[in-house]
């Protein structure tokens, strides 16, 4: 089945020890975002990618950065995780043409804990 | 500002009562409008948009520009449709604005 990969599910992370998260897409979408999301809290977007352009949210910290070096793959990295970026990090991809908005398919999650 | 409101954490209905999931939003121009579902240990997930006018699970949605509304209402509640549910606003800069959910809980 086509659909959004993300590892790993659950990763734990010493205070300040650098992290990465993975997503892979087997549906050929040109848009890749990732979301963070805090308990009881709507997803925030951080960052997306639309084909090879990196578009940062204006609130996201420095800290957080991200690479996508194919259509399929997109990593999140945590340069310098603290006891507040604990959360779930998702990963979505959409078909975009122009302005038009299409479905977001969602990832499973990748649950971090810093220890 | 663009913004999106679910002004409700928590609903409880018993199954077979009516249900309706406020959500209302701030935007200038044309709002695109999505609601997304979460059930226990399943990925996000589209549920309906309201371009599409289309009735999933037996819950519909209806654009209400006057009152800036996109409310979920669905006639008789079933207990499988215990989840978390998002309403969500398209910006034109291609991003998703979600609302802070709203918790449904169908009671047998």
């Known amino acids: 089945d086509a659909m959004v990969i993300q590892n790993p599910r659950y990763q734990v992370t010493q205070f300040g020890k650098p992290v990465t998260l993975s997503c892979s897409q087997t549906?050929?979408?040109?848009?890749m975002y990732w979301y963070q999301q805090k308990s009881s809290q709507a997803p925030k977007l951080l960052f997306h990618y639309y084909d090879k352009d990196f578009n940062n949210e204006a609130d996201t910290p420095d800290n957080f950065q991200s690479r996508r070096p194919n259509t399929s793959f997109c990593f999140l990295d945590i340069r310098s995780p603290g006891l507040g970026d604990a959360a779930m990090y998702l990963c979505a991809t959409s078909r975009l043409a122009g302005a038009t908005p299409y479905e977001q398919y969602f990832g499973p999650g990748t649950r971090l804990t810093v220890t | 500002a663009q913004r999106v409101t679910q002004p409700e954490k928590l609903l409880s209905v018993f199954k077979g009562a009516p249900v309706e999931l406020k959500c209302n939003y701030s935007y200038s121009g044309s709002p695109e409008l999505f609601w997304y579902v979460q059930y226990s240990r399943q990925r996000l997930q589209l549920l309906l948009r309201h371009i599409s006018r289309e009735s999933i699970k037996g819950f519909t949605a209806d654009l209400n520009k006057g009152e800036t509304s996109f409310h979920l209402k669905k006639p008789f509640a079933q207990e499988e449709d215990s989840a978390m549910y998002y309403c969500a606003l398209w910006n034109q800069g291609g991003k998703l604005i979600f609302g802070q959910g709203t918790e449904l809980s169908v009671k047998p």
């Open positions: 549906l050929n979408h040109n848009v």
